[in-house]
Structure formats: C-alpha cells, structure tokens
C-alpha cells in the first residue's frame, strides 16, 4: 500500500497479538521519531520505552486504557523535555529565564508530538498499529514518580505500538472546506456541522465495535461539560515553568 492511502487508512488500535518488537525494529522507530522536523533544531523531547511490568501496569491504570496489555506491544512515553536545554547552559553560566517560558514550552511540546506522529507514520507503513494515550496526564504528579522525570520536562502522551489483532473501522474526517481556509479562517457554518453530524452519526452506529448512539457535536459537548486535568499548571509550575 503506498505511503497517502496508509496514511488515510490509520486507526486507532487497541487489541495487540504478543508478537515482539525485533530490536532492528524499535530501533528504527525511534530514528524514524528522530527524522522529524524541530523548531531551531532544539530537538526538545525525550522518549521513554516501557519495558518493566509493573511500570507498564501503573501507567495504564492512571491512563485508564481499555484494555489491559500487559506485554503487548511495545509502550513509549513522548516528553516535552528542557532539562537537556538547562544543561547546555549551566555549562556555559548562562541565564535560564526564557528557557522557562510558555513559547519554551509549546515548543517542546511540538517538538514531541511531531516525533511520535512520525514514528506513527512509519510503524503504520510496516503494517504495525498505534494508539496514542494522552491518559497519561491523568494523573501528572504520578507519571512524574514513574518516569524519575527531571525539572524542565512535561509527560505529553503516550504511544502503544505493536502488531494488531484487529484495525477498528476509520472514522469520517470532518470535510476539507471545514478545516481548510484561503488567505483567512475557515468558521464553521449550521449547515456544516449538521451534515458532518449526519455522517459520524450514521459512522457510530454501523462500525463493528462500541456502537453508540452519537455524533460529533454530541462528542465536543461531552467532552467539555466539565473541566479536565486541572492540575496541570501546578505541574508545569513544579517543573520550572513560569507563567
């Protein structure tokens, strides 16, 4: 299958056979997680591979994944991460304050999430599933413990790669026009939410597994009747960001 229908086929995979990772594979992962672009080459995230047990059993627990792995594909943790950054210069005497800021921050978070999504694009392309686990920041305080993460890093999410069992049908995107602008910003309209709601509806209710009764809008309602994760200024605010 060539490289844009891969791309257009991806789903989420929750379900792994116990089929290891060769290291020539894992390998090739991380370098392709590494090939991804960074802003002025900071290269500002770390990777994290779970391999003890009983790690990977408290991170699925705090992350309240659907299924419990337990050595089913590998597990990798994608940090935001400036600790390496501080290094540099305390090394060279030189004053921390900006590498503590917001716009540090959202670049090392950038910097992470376009490593996994190219390692996911590659571990799809070699016919392998992946499911992103933001869950992980359920619980950041315990992540931190987990991980001995140093000051100047944020746990972003996490990513089960491995060789599924089954792929879950591909969920309609929402349309071209509605994400894609000319020169301004695309708003959307009543007539473009209502037809969207239309397809995912009918989406939720045909697919194999986990039928719901449910459409898109129904989705980003439910998602913020309330607030989440509230404690993650706190966390960054521990870790030696300033706001």
């Known amino acids: 299958m060539e490289l844009f229908e891969t791309m257009l086929q991806h789903t989420s995979v929750r379900s792994f056979t116990q089929q290891k990772l060769t290291d020539e594979l894992r390998e090739q992962l991380i370098l392709s997680a590494q090939s991804a672009s960074s802003s002025n080459f900071l290269q500002a995230f770390s990777i994290i591979e779970i391999t003890e047990a009983k790690k990977r059993k408290k991170i699925e627990q705090i992350a309240n994944f659907p299924v419990d792995n337990g050595e089913k594909g590998a597990l990798y943790i994608f940090v935001a991460d400036l600790n390496k950054h501080a290094q540099v210069l305390a090394m060279n005497n030189d004053s921390m304050e900006h590498l503590r800021t917001m716009e540090s921050l959202v670049v090392s978070i950038v910097d992470a999430t376009l490593a996994a999504q190219s390692m996911a694009i590659y571990a799809e392309s070699v016919s392998l599933g992946i499911c992103y686990v933001g869950g992980i920041r359920n619980n950041l305080f315990q992540m931190k413990d987990i991980l001995e ?51 995912t509806a009918d989406y939720y209710q045909a697919r194999s597994t986990n039928v719901q009764s449910t459409n898109w809008s129904e989705k980003v309602r439910q998602h913020f009747e309330y607030p989440r994760r509230q404690n993650t200024v706190e966390f960054l605010k521990k870790q030696g960001f300033v706001f």
């Open 149 to 199: 993460l140093p000051e100047l890093t944020y746990p972003v999410f996490g990513m089960f790669v491995g060789y599924p069992v089954k792929k879950n049908e591909v969920k309609p995107r929402l349309p071209l026009n509605t994400i894609l602008g000319t020169n301004t910003y695309q708003s959307l309209t009543a007539e473009m939410i209502n037809a969207y709601d239309e397809k």
